[in-house]
T-cell receptor, first 112, second 113 residues
Framework: GNSVTQMEGPVTLSEEAFLTINCTYTATGYPSLFWYVQYPGEGLQLLLKATKADDKGSNKGFEATYRKETTSFHLEKGSVQVSDSAVYFCALSSAGRRALTFGSGTRLQVQP | EAGVTQSPTHLIKTRGQQATLRCSPISGHTSVYWYQQALGLGLQFLLWYDEGEERNRGNFPPRFSGRQFPNYSSELNVNALELEDSALYLC????????????FGPGTRLTVL
């Protein structure tokens, strides 16, 4: 079956530091990959997506590249801000099933 | 454009009661999904409705059920509530075609006492 593995949190960084949150997946076929973000007290917001191998999703300075050879979709940002503090979820959706399979989430805390 | 809306925001029930949660998708979206976000268990897929039909179901007991109405809004019913049903229930919607991203509502916080 499908599964998503994310690095354990919390991740604590200083403002302007470089961010990487690792995500690897197991799926049949060619899934679509997503990063969602959940700010405190809110629902999930789609951050970025990639639907095929070598696609790069990007939004708000965040990037992730769909690597089929390593089954990975790592999230990166060159310079984090305090406002980026949130929980980040990696997820996949495969043909036919449509339901999103989520990783366990990684809490990011950015300190001024 | 209005996003996905859910009601109520909070719901408090006692064990054994029934809970009904409601979701209105983004206009034009025909698919509605329900997820449970329980503390320590992450986000788990519950149900997927499309065009009024249940299309897929996660690994939850039958006391979790729902329906989708002709206007594509949806209702999640949880019967015989148990303490471990306490969670944030998130609804999402998407266009009917495959691989479209799901847009989430703010959730309903269900507390079972």
């Amino acid at each position: 079956g499908n599964s998503v593995t994310q690095m354990e949190g919390p991740v604590t960084l200083s403002e302007e530091a470089f961010l990487t949150i690792n995500c690897t997946y197991t799926a049949t076929g060619y899934p679509s990959l997503f990063w969602y973000v959940q700010y405190p007290g809110e629902g999930l917001q789609l951050l970025l997506k990639a639907t095929k191998a070598d696609d790069k999703g990007s939004n708000k300075g965040f990037e992730a590249t769909y690597r089929k050879e390593t089954t990975s979709f790592h999230l990166e940002k060159g310079s984090v801000q305090v406002s980026d503090s949130a929980v980040y979820f990696c997820a996949l959706s495969s043909a036919g099933r449509r339901a999103l399979t989520f990783g366990s989430g990684t809490r990011l805390q950015v300190q001024p | 454009e209005a996003g996905v809306t859910q009601s109520p925001t909070h719901l408090i029930k006692t064990r054994g009661q029934q809970a009904t949660l409601r979701c209105s998708p983004i206009s034009g979206h025909t698919s509605v999904y329900w997820y449970q976000q329980a503390l320590g268990l992450g986000l788990q897929f519950l149900l997927w409705y499309d065009e009024g039909e249940e299309r897929n179901r996660g690994n939850f007991p039958p006391r979790f059920s729902g329906r989708q109405f002709p206007n594509y809004s949806s209702e999640l019913n949880v019967n015989a509530l148990e303490l471990e049903d306490s969670a944030l229930y998130l609804c999402a919607s998407s266009l009917g075609t495959s691989f479209n991203e799901q847009f989430f509502g703010p959730g309903t916080r269900l507390t079972v006492l």
